[in-house]
C-alpha cells in the first residue's frame, strides 16, 4: 500500500491562555491517502482548524505524531520547516488573505517567489494557472477589484501554483453565497486534484460534502468516524 | 520579497505619507535648528574670521571674548612689535560708540579704528569707494547692512522707505562729526550692530577719553615663525595673552557656549524635533505593520522565513527614512537660500548631513525594531483565525 500523505496518531494539543488551559485536540487519529479529498467536518470550536494548523506545519502538536509525506515537522528545524512549507503546502483561507497592493498575478506568483523563482517566471506561472482558473483576463486587478467569489479563485490559484503535494483549505466556501462556493468546489476537483495531490478541506457547509471522497466528522478535540462519501 | 514590500508600504497611501511627514519634520527640525545655531555661533566670532591677515591676535589677559574689550596701553604696541618672530604689528580698535541718527535717535555702533598708516584690519570687501578713503577728514566706512537698516536716514516721504546712508553722508559719533566715504560687506556680528570703520586716530579722538584705548594688537609672523610658538614667545615677553586665529575664535565660542543659554535652547529644540518626529514616524510605522500583520503571518506560512521579514521591514523603514531625510534636508536648504539675504543666521556645514542623518537613522531603527519583534514573535497560525 502507497504511504499516506498525512498520517496522524494520537495528536494532541493544549491553548494555554495563561489563566485557562483550553484542551483543542485530545488525540486525534487521522489518515489522507494521495490524491484524495478529505472533509473536516464538525461543530465550531471542536478543533478542526487546530488540526489543519498541525497538518500544514504551522503549529506544534503537544503529543502524537503527525507525518506529512513521512515526516514529521516536530523533527525539523525552523528552516527545513519553512522550505518544506514552501514546497509541499498549499494554503486556502476563508477570508482570502490575498495581499491588498498586490495585482492578481503578483498574489498568485508569492509562493514562487518565496521559493526563490525568478519574477519573470514566477509571473508566466502564475498567469497560467489564473487562465485555468478563469481569470486570466483579470490579471492586472487588485484584489478590491474582484468579487468574494473571483478572490477565492485567485487564492485557490495561488495554493497551487508551485505544484504542492498538499493544499489545506479551512472553510473556504464560507464566505461566499451558495452557488459561488458550489462554483468554487467544483474548480477545486477539477484541477486540484491532479497529479496525486491531496487535500484537506475544513468546512461545516454540508451542502459541499457532496465534494469529498472521504469526510472525518470531529467532536471535542476527536475524530468521531470517517466515512467514504457515498457509503454511509 | 523586496518588490512585494514597497508595494505593501506604497499600497497604504495614508500611512506612507504619515511616517514620510514624520520623519520629514524629524529631519527638518534636526537640520535647520543646528545650522540656525551653527550660523549664530559663527556670527560670534565673526568679527575674528572677517580679518585672515594677522595670524596672533594680542590682548589683555582677562579678555574673555571678542567682544570684551579690556584695553592696553598704546607703549604694548612697541612691547610687541620687539619681539623675536613679528613680522609686522598693527594697533586696533574695538569699542561701541553711540551714533546720533538725523531723527534724534542714538544708534550703538561697534567702531573699529584701523593702523593709520597701513588700515591694517579693514573690510575684505568694499561695495563703494576704497579703503585709502579713510585718509580723507573725518572719514568712516559703514557696513552695508547698517547702513540700509540701522543707520538709515527717516524716509523722504512719511511712511515710505527709509532712506539708506550713502557716501558723501554724515553722521555723529558720540558728539564727533564722521563722513561716510564707503559702504563695505560686513559678516553680520552677533548682535548685528552697524559696524563703522575709521581710522586709529580718529577711533580713539571719537572715544570717550579714557587712560587706554588699544584694544587688540594685530601680529603677523615672520615667515618660518610658527603662529602657535609666536603667541608663547609673545606671551613670555609682554605678560598679555596672546592666541592665534583659531584659539581666538574657539575661546569666543566656548564663551558663549557656556555663559549664554542659547546651546540649551537649541538642544531642546533639536531634543524635541527628534522625539516628536520618532514619535509619529515611529508610531504610523509600528501600526503599518500591526495592521499588515495578518499578510506578514500568510508569508510566514507560505514558507517565507524571519530574517526575510526582517529584510523586508527594514528596507521599508530604509525607503521611509532616505525619503524623509531627504525632504527634510532639502527643505532646510529651500529655506537657507531663501534667508539668505535676512537678518537670520545660517550656517549648513556637511557634518550637520551626518548629524541629522545619524538622527534619521536612530528613528528608522527604533520604528523598524518595534516591528521586527512584532512580526518575528508572530505566530504563522493565526493566518487561519477570521
Ligand atoms: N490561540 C488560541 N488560544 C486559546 N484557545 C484557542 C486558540 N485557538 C483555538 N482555541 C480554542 O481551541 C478550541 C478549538 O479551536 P479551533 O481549532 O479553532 O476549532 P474550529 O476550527 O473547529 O472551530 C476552541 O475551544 C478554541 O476556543
Ligand atoms: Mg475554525
Known amino acids: 500500500m502507497q504511504e499516506p500523505a498525512v498520517l496522524c496518531r494520537a495528536v494532541a494539543k493544549t491553548y494555554d491562555t495563561g489563566e485557562t488551559q483550553v484542551p483543542a485536540l485530545r488525540g486525534v487519529d487521522l489518515e489522507v491517502h494521495p490524491g484524495e479529498l478529505l472533509m473536516l467536518v464538525g461543530p465550531s470550536g471542536c478543533g478542526k482548524t487546530t488540526l489543519i494548523s498541525i497538518i500544514a506545519g504551522i503549529l506544534d502538536q503537544d503529543a502524537g505524531s503527525c507525518r506529512v509525506f513521512g515526516r514529521d515537522f516536530l523533527h525539523m528545524n525552523t528552516r527545513e520547516k519553512l522550505e518544506y512549507r514552501a514546497r509541499n503546502i498549499g494554503f486556502v483561507f476563508q477570508a482570502f488573505n490575498l495581499l491588498p497592493p498586490l495585482t492578481a498575478l503578483e498574489n498568485v506568483a508569492v509562493p514562487l517567489i518565496i521559493n526563490g523563482a525568478a519574477r519573470r517566471t514566477a509571473l508566466g506561472r502564475a498567469q497560467e494557472i489564473l487562465e485555468r482558473v478563469g481569470l486570466g483576463e483579470r490579471s492586472r486587478s487588485l484584489p478590491a477589484q474582484l468579487s468574494g467569489g473571483q478572490q477565492q479563485r485567485v487564492a485557490i ?21 451558495h452557488e459561488t462556493g458550489h462554483k468554487v468546489m467544483e474548480l477545486m476537483r477539477e484541477i486540484a486534484m491532479a497529479h496525486d495531490r491531496s487535500l484537506v478541506i475544513v468546512t461545516h457547509d454540508p451542502r459541499i460534502f457532496a465534494f469529498a471522497d472521504r469526510i472525518a466528522r470531529m467532536d471535542d478535540g476527536h475524530i468521531d468516524s470517517v466515512t467514504t462519501n457515498g457509503v454511509p | ?109 561697534i567702531v573699529v579704528g584701523l593702523d593709520d598708516a597701513t588700515l591694517t584690519g579693514g573690510p575684505a570687501l568694499m561695495l563703494e569707494g576704497r579703503l585709502e578713503d579713510l585718509r580723507r577728514s573725518d572719514g568712516v566706512i559703514v557696513d552695508t547692512d547698517g547702513a540700509r537698516e540701522k543707520l538709515a536716514k527717516p524716509p523722504a516721504t512719511p511712511g515710505g522707505k527709509p532712506v539708506p546712508l550713502k557716501v558723501g553722508d554724515t553722521l555723529e559719533l558720540n558728539d564727533h562729526r564722521a563722513v561716510v566715504v564707503g559702504i563695505a560687506k560686513v559678516t553680520r556680528t552677533f548682535q548685528s550692530q552697524p559696524v563703522v570703520y575709521t581710522t586709529y586716530s580718529r577711533a580713539t579722538r571719537f ?151 545619524a538622527g534619521i537613522t536612530l528613528i528608522c531603527m527604533f520604528a523598524a525594531l518595534l516591528s521586527i519583534v512584532k512580526v518575528i514573535r508572530l505566530e504563522p497560525a493565526i493566518v487561519f483565525k477570521s
Open chain 2, 207 to 357: 572715544a570717550p577719553r579714557e587712560r587706554k584705548l588699544l584694544s587688540f594688537v594685530l601680529v603677523k609672523a615672520q615667515p618660518g615663525v610658527a603662529p602657535q610658538e609666536l603667541t608663547r614667545r609673545i606671551r613670555q615677553a609682554t605678560g598679555l595673552a596672546a592666541y592665534t586665529r583659531e584659539q581666538f575664535q574657539k575661546i569666543t565660542i566656548d564663551y558663549f557656549l557656556k555663559n549664554t543659554g542659547i546651546p540649551i535652547n537649541f538642544g531642546i529644540s533639536v531634543t524635541l524635533g527628534f522625539i516628536v518626529g520618532a514619535a509619529i514616524a515611529g508610531q504610523t510605522f509600528y501600526n503599518f505593520t500591526q495592521e499588515n500583520l495578518r499578510h506578514f503571518g500568510v508569508l510566514k506560512a507560505m514558507g517565507a522565513s524571519n530574517g526575510t521579514l526582517l529584510k523586508m521591514i527594514l528596507l521599508q523603514a530604509a525607503v521611509v527614512g532616505s525619503i524623509g531625510y531627504g525632504l527634510g534636508v532639502g527643505l532646510t536648504s529651500v529655506f537657507g537660500y531663501a534667508m539668505r539675504h535676512s537678518i537670520l543666521a545660517f550656517k549648513f556645514p556637511w557634518q550637520l548631513l551626518l548629524f541629522s542623518g
Open chain 1, 157 to 177: 490559484a495561488r495554493a497551487l501554483v508551485h505544484n504542492p503535494r498538499l493544499v489545506v483549505c479551512d472553510e473556504p466556501t464560507s464566505s461566499l453565497d
Open chain 2, 1 to 109: 520579497m523586496y518588490r512585494i514590500a514597497l508595494q505593501m508600504l506604497m499600497g497604504d497611501r495614508g500611512k506612507y505619507f504619515g511616517i514620510v511627514m514624520g520623519l520629514t519634520f524629524a529631519s527638518l527640525i534636526m537640520t535647520q535648528q543646528p545650522a540656525i545655531f551653527l550660523g549664530l555661533m559663527a556670527r560670534s566670532y565673526s568679527f575674528i574670521s572677517d580679518l585672515p591677515l594677522p595670524d596672533v591676535w594680542v590682548m589683555d589677559e582677562k579678555v574673555q571674548f571678542v567682544d570684551d574689550i579690556k584695553p592696553l596701553q598704546d607703549t604694548e604696541l612697541y612691547r610687541v612689535r620687539g619681539v623675536a618672530g613679528v613680522d609686522w604689528a598693527m594697533p586696533l580698535y574695538k569699542g561701541l560708540l553711540k551714533a546720533r541718527l538725523a531723527n534724534g535717535m542714538f544708534q550703538t555702533c
